[in-house]
Nanobody, 121 residues
Framework: QVQLVESGGGLVQTGESLRLSCAVS???????????YRWYRQAPGKQRELLQS?????????NHADSVKDRFTISRDSAKNTVYLQMNSLKTEDTAVYYC??????????WGQGTQVTVSS
C-alpha cells in the first residue's frame, strides 16, 4: 500500500505562486514499483484533468495540458519521497482541487485526497 498526502493549497490572487507537495509513504516494495507520478486537477462541474507527469526513475517530465505549460512544473525529491507542483502566474481558471497520483505497471493506481487551490482576481 502507498499513501499520498497533498499539501500546500490555499487562497491566492492572480499572478501569485504556490507550491503543492505530495508526500509519499507506505510499503517500500510498492513504492519501488512506482513508475510515474502525476498531478491532476478538477474544477467544479468539470472532469479531472491531467496536468503533468514525471518518471520516478529518469525524472523525465511530460506536460499534458497546454493551459499550464510554462507556468507549472512538476518535480520530485527522491530522498524526501515527495513530489511537487510549482505553480506560477496563477489565473482564476486554475481554481480547482489538485490531486497527486502514483502508478506503475506492477501496482495499482494511488490517489491523494486532494488539496484546494483558489485563485481570486
Amino acid at each position: 500500500q502507498v499513501q499520498l498526502v497533498e499539501s500546500g493549497g490555499g487562497l491566492v490572487q492572480t499572478g501569485e505562486s504556490l507550491r503543492l507537495s505530495c508526500a509519499v509513504s507506505g510499503a517500500a516494495a510498492d513504492i519501488d514499483h512506482i513508475e510515474w507520478y502525476r498531478w491532476y486537477r478538477q474544477a467544479p462541474g468539470k472532469q479531472r484533468e491531467l496536468l503533468q507527469s514525471i518518471s520516478s526513475g529518469s525524472g523525465m517530465i511530460t506536460n499534458h495540458a497546454d493551459s499550464v505549460k510554462d507556468r507549472f512544473t512538476i518535480s520530485r525529491d527522491s530522498a524526501k519521497n515527495t513530489v511537487y507542483l510549482q505553480m506560477n502566474s496563477l489565473k482564476t481558471e486554475d481554481t480547482a482541487v489538485y490531486y497527486c497520483y502514483a502508478g506503475g505497471r506492477m501496482i495499482r493506481n494511488y490517489w491523494g485526497q486532494g488539496t484546494q487551490v483558489t485563485v481570486s482576481s
